[in-house]
């Protein structure tokens, strides 16, 4: 057994195999292994390194670990569900007094791994799991006290530490070998900021399970979370739980289809799969003939060969990423054959086309001082414009729970505490993620504007398909200013002394330039000033108390859009010097190129028009062979 109430930071998260699911390196069939092999032989022949050694760095990179969120409203049965996927009972707890709080993150892979191993993937050993907290630290506990640290309003410690923000554990068990399963929040309904929370997280997701039970059809409320879910990610599979409890549960499987069909067509061929994870649990401790009609019956097995059908692609972006990134470099290199054929055929003496560029990019260097002036209007508008959404979004969430507060009725006790507070906190996160994510789709907005939108995918990250409480680990271990620029897809919260802490992190995204990815927690000091136990004692106090309450809420709705708002500013400043020194190294590389076709002009200059003739042939004939190269990547990526 691990030694309970160990407490470590966590190392820097690092990508694993994707067990069953991905071997090793990118799965290139034979067409786009050809492509690769002609075009590093191009790079090869025209001695770009620079290229060759990026495009390597693409082939070479190992598809991330393929997420599995499961979401859906609170008693569908997600964990239970999660459990079966898993093959064995309470890996994650359940139990009708459970009403999980925080993501539940259970690696399926070797339980054989070496302690080096372990500690390289952040990783609990046998028998244990990692509490992580707000704050990056990790608490290895016994998997048996899991239970412990992931219910609303549960905490062994008395509160007295962070919050937690999840729970990672391991599995030599499953269904999906390879795979990370995240069992999403249940407080709260979908309309809550818990189920917001879970929309941003699912951005990390390469597939969604929605789960909704056979008791009924999709209720509004649930079409309209997966309308909302589809919107970030592709791949959507729908389990209908519990159908031993509903004989016709067939019939309501059939409504659901129909009703997706009529009002969410986005989802019409999305798998509906009716399962029981109860019997697919009981078919894990029964005789083997029993257990394998059990299983079948389940749908259990149906539901996971929809989730690979689902996942089997979950490489082919990491491809398509290759075979641009290849189609990339070869058109650098035929761009500036054309230039230097252009600039070969001037007449001597003539200022060449390269000539005149390069004094446009001399002159541009020249005016630094005035570019960085604009840089500093764009930014501006971007974080202004940022402001007024989170302006809007306030004032809504203002009048929202100024209604929620004085209207509904709220059980006097310390469970409808633990729930006001919970709701609170996940709409207040979700409003700061929605402005997180606004900011960072200006600033790359004001990026491309200056470099093209193919030199500021190389500038910006892209969003990784890393685990849910790995993005605390991303965002704290983040060295350098310009991977302040986070694509957060998470966000936690903190009690402290009072105080609540309001952490905006995010998964490290890859790195293309000398800056590399941009990715860093926004911390912001939010909530305080009441406690759950607080709160149950106003509820208590009858109609006036409840206006207080409503008047407090709106007080930290405000609390939180001044504190985000500067945080922007913090993060507009660190920002720009990093868009700066990635720009001027954008020119550099230009000017780099320049020289190259400069040098080709002034010896052909001081050739004669034979000789000028016999370079231009020759470059037509290198420019076809990377243009030829460049449309049968083309048609790979259709």
């Known amino acids: 057994m691990p030694e309970p109430e160990k407490e470590k930071k966590p190392p820097v998260r690092k990508s694993l195999l994707g067990g069953s699911l991905v071997r090793s390196g990118l799965p290139l069939d034979a067409g786009q292994g050809r492509a690769m092999r002609e075009t590093r032989k191009l790079l090869n022949q025209h001695k770009r ?82 509490v992580v907290f707000v704050d990056g630290t990790v608490r290895t506990v016994p998997s048996g006290r899991v239970r412990d640290w992931v219910a609303v309003g549960a905490r062994p410690d008395g ?19 390879g795979a990370t399963i995240v069992d999403t929040p249940g407080a709260g309904g ?23 039970d056979a008791g009924q059809p999709l209720p509004g409320p649930e079409l309209a979370f997966l309308t909302e879910a589809s919107r970030s990610v592709e791949r959507v599979v729908i389990a209908v739980t519990k159908i031993d409890k509903y004989p016709s549960h067939e019939q309501v499987v059939g409504e659901i289809r129909a009703l997706l069909q009529r009002h969410a067509p986005r989802f019409a061929s999305s798998p509906v799969v009716p399962v029981s994870a109860e019997l697919a649990l009981q078919a894990t401790t029964s005789p083997p003939a029993l257990a394998a009609d059990l299983d079948e019956y389940s749908g259990v097995p149906a539901l996971v060969g929809a989730i690979e059908d689902g996942l089997a692609d979950a490489s082919g972006l990491a491809v398509r990423n290759a075979l641009r990134t290849a189609d990339h470099a070869l058109g650098e290199i035929a761009d500036e054959i054309e230039r230097t054929i252009e600039a070969v055929k001037q007449t001597p003496g003539a200022e060449s086309a390269a000539d005149r560029e390069r004094k446009e990019l001399v002159e541009l260097r020249e005016r630094q001082g005035t570019w960085s002036l604009y840089l500093d209007r764009d930014l501006r508008h971007a974080r202004g414009r940022t402001v007024e959404m989170l302006g809007r979004e306030s004032d809504r969430l203002r009048v929202v729970w100024r ?95 009072g105080t609540t802490a309001f952490h905006i992190a995010a998964p490290a995204g890859a790195a293309a330039a000398a800056a590399g990815a941009m990715v860093l927690p926004l911390t912001i000091a939010i909530v305080g000033g009441i406690s759950a136990l607080a709160l149950m004692t106003l509820f208590r106090q009858g ?7 409503a008047d407090w809420a709106s007080e930290e709705v405000v609390r939180v859009r001044t504190a985000t708002t500067a945080a922007l500013d913090d993060l507009v400043n660190d920002v720009k010097p990093e868009i700066i020194v990635a720009y001027r190294a954008v020119l550099s590389a230009r000017i780099a190129t320049l020289d190259r076709v400069i040098k080709e002009a002034q010896a052909a200059d001081r050739a004669d028009a034979r000789e000028r003739g016999i370079t231009v042939s020759g470059l037509q004939l290198q420019l076809t062979a990377l243009r030829d190269q460049q449309k049968e990547l083309a048609t790979l990526l259709g």
């Open 159 to 177: 509160g007295q530490g962070p919050d937690v923000a999840g729970v990672r554990m391991r599995s030599g068990h499953g269904r999906l070998p």
């Open 190 to 212: 979908l309309d809550s900021g818990h189920a917001k929370l879970a929309l941003q997280a699912c951005r990390n997701a390469a597939l969604l399970v929605f789960v909704t």
């Open 403 to 497: 209604e929620r507060l004085e209207k509904r009725r709220l059980a006097y006790s310390r469970a409808a505490a633990e729930q006001a507070t919970s709701e609170l906190r996940g709409d207040l996160a979700a409003m700061a993620g929605a402005a997180a994510l606004d900011f960072r789709d200006a600033v790359t907005a004001v990026v491309e504007e200056l470099v093209g939108p193919e030199e500021a995918a190389m500038m910006l990250p892209t969003s990784g398909a890393q685990s849910v409480v790995d993005a605390v680990d991303a965002g704290r271990t983040a060295p350098s200013g310009m991977r302040k620029l986070f694509d957060p897809s998470l966000l936690f919260i903190s009690n402290s002394a």
């Open 49 to 130: 390194t620079d290229l060759l050694e990026r495009l390597e760095a693409r082939l070479a990179a190992k598809p991330g670990r393929p997420v599995v969120a499961v979401v859906g409203e609170a008693k569908r049965g997600k964990s239970s569900l999660v459990n079966a996927l898993l093959g064995r009972r309470e890996i994650v707890p359940t139990g009708a007094d459970i009403t999980t709080a925080v993501f539940v993150e259970v690696h399926c892979d070797d339980l054989a791994a070496t302690e080096e191993e372990r500690d390289a993937a952040a990783l609990p050993p046998p028998g244990g799991a990692n």
């Open 543 to 549: 109609q006036s108390a409840q206006r207080r309450l």
